[in-house]
């Protein structure tokens, strides 16, 4: 991880030690003390509810170096470093320590396929290059630096999410990371309750070019007109991927699912004049997308087409983005709880209507952050789930009801997460196949343990 002195983490956030040898050595950050392994700084954030002052013994108990702190604390063992505020100390310390590690950063953006991208991209620059990657969702104003500053020494390429819910945030997470390449995946209608419009998400998202080296490159969907837009006008170099477009460089064709029902799929990657077969062992051919973006970052970085295919074909889904559980009850059950979108939606459903089933069940609960039009988007995302033969649809959340009612006859609305994984546990069959998907403020993921035999129901025994 990165490795530095209390002394020189100090200086870095201007703080002061209040406590401890300033020669102890600090390796890797945390913010959650029950995550310290031992050698980490922890940053202590003040909270109305949560103050994370109370935690910092706990912290150095469990083999923490230091924590950085903004109040006077008294400790037995560990070093203390005092500032006014932790929330910036936390981004000082991480833009001091990218000044030492990794070597080189791409950062990933996008309304969907962020995570599932990096995934990609962490296994084809693996194949070559030490990598590190940004685990589960780390991506906003506390997990990116916070990854930043466990980044192991001697990365040569860190693969960074980016995320953002309000303008100005990515402008400051790109000013951390300082990307040397810029991923732009889609720009889609989310966060509209905060931008308004999709141009104006579009111009948010954008703002990941903000720290971009002066000789990096951004790898920008060519089918996707806002990624368009905002791509051209920066002046950097740009490779272009997609689909559908004449102009890509990097491009994905001849699009089919696995035959026989089984899991992914599989296409032509095309790039500088040749092209080699891809077998994609994610499900759902919208990840198709997603597998291109990363391999057009990873061919400009030097990788042959040949060398992207071996590493895609070992692949795995991140968790709750399109896992596929067959169950031993007979029903196929695919996890995409993690979030939601109206595009994505569509497209999580299209893929579970590919498998053959007795029976299609869609458990879909509410989509967050849509504003005014999400009444609109909801009673779509319904007529379509009906339009492609699932039955019932169940609606989860408030919201939701827009989208039973859309859905027609026979649709369940269910007010919660809980009385979701209530009904799931009673009605699912052998036969079924079941697509779980909502914005992560939902929960769904307890419907999906439930379904596994992971979460007990009220009378103590697994579904």
């Given at each position: 991880?990165?490795?530095f002195?209390?002394?020189?983490?100090?200086k870095?956030?201007?703080?002061?030690?209040?406590?401890?040898d300033?020669?102890?050595?600090?390796?890797?950050?945390?913010?959650?003390?029950r995550?310290v392994q031992?050698?980490e700084?922890?940053?202590?954030?003040?909270?109305a509810?949560?103050?994370g002052?109370?935690?910092?013994?706990?912290?150095?108990?469990?083999?923490?170096?230091a924590?950085?702190?903004?109040?006077?604390?008294?400790?037995?063992?560990?070093a203390?470093?005092?500032v006014?505020?932790t929330?910036q100390?936390?981004?000082d310390l991480?833009?001091?320590?990218?000044?030492?590690?990794?070597?080189?950063?791409?950062?990933?953006?996008?309304?969907?396929?962020?995570?599932?991208?990096?995934e990609?991209?962490?296994?084809?620059l693996?194949s070559?290059?030490?990598?590190?990657w940004?685990?589960?969702?780390?991506n906003?104003?506390y997990g990116?630096?916070l990854?930043?500053?466990?980044?192991?020494?001697g990365?040569q390429w860190?693969v960074a999410?980016?995320g953002?819910?309000?303008?100005?945030e990515?402008?400051?997470l790109?000013?951390?990371?300082?990307?040397?390449?810029?991923v732009?995946?889609v720009?889609?209608?989310?966060h509209?309750?905060f931008?308004g419009t999709?141009q104006a998400?579009a111009?948010?998202?954008s703002e990941?070019l903000a720290g971009?080296a002066?000789d990096g490159?951004?790898?920008?969907?060519?089918?996707d007109?806002?990624?368009?837009?905002?791509?051209?006008?920066?002046g950097?170099?740009?490779?272009?991927y997609?689909?559908?477009?004449?102009h890509?460089?990097?491009?994905g064709?001849?699009?089919?699912?696995?035959?026989?029902?089984?899991?992914?799929?599989?296409?032509?990657?095309?790039?500088?004049?040749?092209?080699?077969?891809?077998r994609?062992?994610?499900h759902?051919l919208?990840?198709v997308?997603?597998c291109?973006?990363?391999?057009?970052c990873a061919?400009?970085?030097?990788l042959s087409l040949?060398e992207i295919a071996a590493?895609?074909?070992?692949?795995?889904?991140?968790?709750?983005?399109?896992v596929?559980?067959?169950?031993?009850?007979g029903?196929?059950?695919?996890?995409?709880?993690?979030?939601s979108n109206?595009?994505?939606?569509?497209?999580?459903?299209e893929?579970?209507?590919?498998?053959?089933?007795?029976?299609?069940?869609?458990i879909?609960?509410?989509?967050?952050?849509l504003?005014?039009?999400?009444?609109r988007f909801h009673?779509?995302?319904?007529e379509?789930?009906?339009?492609?033969?699932?039955?019932p649809?169940?609606?989860v959340?408030?919201?939701?009801?827009?989208l039973?009612a859309?859905?027609?006859?026979g649709?369940?609305?269910?007010?919660?997460?809980?009385?979701a994984?209530?009904?799931?546990?009673?009605?699912?069959?052998?036969?079924?196949?079941?697509?779980?998907?909502?914005s992560r403020g939902?929960?769904?993921?307890q419907?999906?343990?439930?379904l596994?035999?992971?979460?007990?129901?009220?009378?103590?025994e697994?579904?």
């Amino acid at each position: 991880m990165a490795r530095f002195t209390v002394e020189e983490a100090a200086k870095a956030v201007g703080g002061r030690i209040a406590a401890g040898d300033p020669r102890a050595v600090i390796d890797g950050a945390a913010i959650d003390s029950r995550k310290v392994q031992g050698g980490e700084v922890f940053f202590a954030f003040g909270g109305a509810h949560t103050d994370g002052h109370r935690f910092v013994p706990d912290a150095l108990a469990r083999g923490a170096a230091a924590a950085v702190v903004q109040e006077d604390l008294s400790v037995s063992s560990g070093a203390l470093i005092r500032v006014d505020d932790t929330f910036q100390a936390l981004h000082d310390l991480a833009r001091f320590a990218r000044t030492r590690t990794p070597e080189k950063l791409v950062g990933i953006t996008g309304s969907a396929g962020k995570t599932t991208t990096k995934e990609l991209l962490a296994a084809l620059l693996a194949s070559r290059f030490r990598a590190h990657w940004t685990p589960g969702n780390l991506n906003n104003l506390y997990g990116f630096p916070l990854s930043l500053l466990n980044v192991p020494d001697g990365t040569q390429w860190m693969v960074a999410e980016m995320g953002m819910s309000t303008p100005g945030e990515l402008h400051q997470l790109s000013l951390l990371g300082r990307p040397d390449a810029a991923v732009f995946t889609v720009v889609r209608p989310v966060h509209l309750e905060f931008f308004g419009t999709i141009q104006a998400i579009a111009e948010a998202k954008s703002e990941i070019l903000a720290g971009l080296a002066p000789d990096g490159f951004i790898v920008a969907n060519a089918d996707d007109p806002e990624v368009t837009r905002i791509s051209k006008r920066h002046g950097a170099r740009v490779v272009w991927y997609g689909l559908g477009a004449e102009h890509a460089e990097v491009r994905g064709r001849h699009i089919v699912p696995e035959p026989d029902g089984a899991v992914g799929s599989r296409f032509e990657l095309a790039a500088g004049g040749k092209s080699v077969q891809v077998r994609l062992p994610l499900h759902g051919l919208y990840n198709v997308e997603n597998c291109v973006a990363a391999a057009a970052c990873a061919w400009a970085l030097g990788l042959s087409l040949e060398e992207i295919a071996a590493a895609v074909a070992g692949v795995k889904p991140a968790a709750m983005r399109g896992v596929v559980h067959r169950a031993e009850a007979g029903f196929l059950l695919i996890d995409d709880s993690y979030n939601s979108n109206p595009d994505a939606v569509g497209k999580a459903l299209e893929s579970a209507a590919a498998f053959p089933a007795e029976r299609r069940v869609a458990i879909l609960g509410d989509m967050l952050e849509l504003g005014p039009e999400g009444p609109r988007f909801h009673r779509e995302a319904g007529e379509r789930a009906a339009e492609l033969g699932f039955s019932p649809v169940v609606g989860v959340g408030e919201l939701s009801r827009d989208l039973v009612a859309g859905a027609g006859p026979g649709a369940v609305w269910l007010p919660d997460a809980a009385a979701a994984a209530d009904w799931a546990a009673s009605e699912i069959r052998g036969g079924d196949v079941v697509l779980v998907k909502g914005s992560r403020g939902v929960k769904l993921d307890q419907v999906v343990r439930r379904l596994l035999g992971r979460l007990p129901g009220e009378n103590g025994e697994g579904a």
